[in-house]
């Protein structure tokens, strides 16, 4: 038997055996199982094992951290020698729910929906930076910017423009596609509804903001409704994703099959469409304006108290996968504003998760399991992937999370004062700088040195006294000498 599977086996026998497995699947970095009795797992040992770089419970999953790459081969040996069922994420999703709260579920909800339209928002943000560095003078020529001297640039520059803008320019037709997708309807129908939501004969959403008089209106039977369109906005969208997966599950359960093709996508399209331009649209993009607005108002009345409460309870939020809620947000802003402001102010917990497992790592004498985990976490959240460091390190620990949650408090702060923008939610880690505007590289820099100071400082600081600490862990430690 090679190492791997006796790995895998000894996994198997640690979280309760095969017969304790009900389904597993994976992520990019863990095992997700769901366990008949999670009392029947041995955390000790199941982390004595070297493919093991952490465990958790969360939402009915219990999860084991086993890292990028490595997991997918963990993955097919534990399905094969425990004869579990293949399910996917979603499927895992949907049998975990039932343990969720009203909130989880709903947070649940978002995060399904936006994440998979994640990979374009990421190559925008990223390609829009790059545009910017290209654009914008000073950066490597005094006055002047990398188009102004190198003209033969010119063409390259437009075409990445012009990437970088469809995935904002369509954001309706994204959201609406994985929106329709996710409560039960179809995805292509949901991308109609989406271009309908952003048709050239409709006003351009922020040309109505500046001059909403001169907007063409509809006629219905007495009514004038407003042709305005929905550029960059999120809310408006799901709502009227919502509907029309709900009209069009309840329209295939009445009309006969062999009507279905015919009745069902026009009916449903007319439907929402009518109520969207009536009521969902206006209703609910006035409620996203004041979401916006209101953040905004927070960061001009209290930039660093603003700041410093969101990078506070930014790690704990990670842990319950609350933090989705503000990815919503912030493609909001970035929709109608242009830029974003609290997904580069949150980029501190990155940084912050690698540089305490960093720290750990140094701390740590005398368990090499331990030490190999942190250097590995360190690398991963570095990359944009905080979860080993989370879990395998600084959760473990419990002081190194305290550090995180106020080295980033202050980072942000500082972040939110300078008032630092991005183009769009970016890659995390170490390159997520290439999101942010050029002008706020300087503010962005220092306000990321001052939160891996601080965060190595405490760190350090807690790791000499008994306040913040797991006295398991210490102990578990204190054995492997």
Known sequence: MSKLNENVSSIIENVGGAENVVTATHCVTRLR???????LVDVKKLEENELVKGTFSASGQFQVIIGPGLVEKVYAEFVKQTGTEEVSSEELREITSKKKNVIQRGVRV????FIPILPAIVAAGLLM???NVLANPGIFYEGK???????EWSGFAGIINLISNTAFTFLPALIAFSAAKKFGGNPVLGIVLGLIM????????YAFASDPGSVEKWNLFGFEIAKVGYQGQVIPVLFAAYLLATLEKSLRRIIPESLQLLAVAPIALIITGIATFTVIGPVTMTGANWITDGILYLFDVSPVLAGAVYGLISPPLVITGMHH?????????????????????GETVT???GIAALTMFFLIKNNKKLKSVSLSATVSAWLGITEPAIYGVNLRFRYPFIAVMIGSAIGSAYLAFMDVKATSVGVGGMLSFLSVFPEHWGSYFTGMAITAVITVGLTLLFSKGKMFKSKEVETEVKEAA
């Open 110 to 113: 978002l995060a399904d929906i």
């Open 33 to 39: 199982l769901v366990l008949d009795n999670e009392e």
């Open 325 to 345: 809620l503000f990815l919503g947000v912030n493609l909001q802003m970035a929709g109608s504003l242009g830029y974003v402001t609290l997904w580069p102010i």
């Open 198 to 205: 952003v048709h050239p004969e409709l006003m351009n959403a």
């Open 145 to 151: 910017s990398v188009l102004d001297v190198h003209a």
């Open 351 to 353: 940084l912050a998760q």
């Open 129 to 131: 930076g790059l545009n």
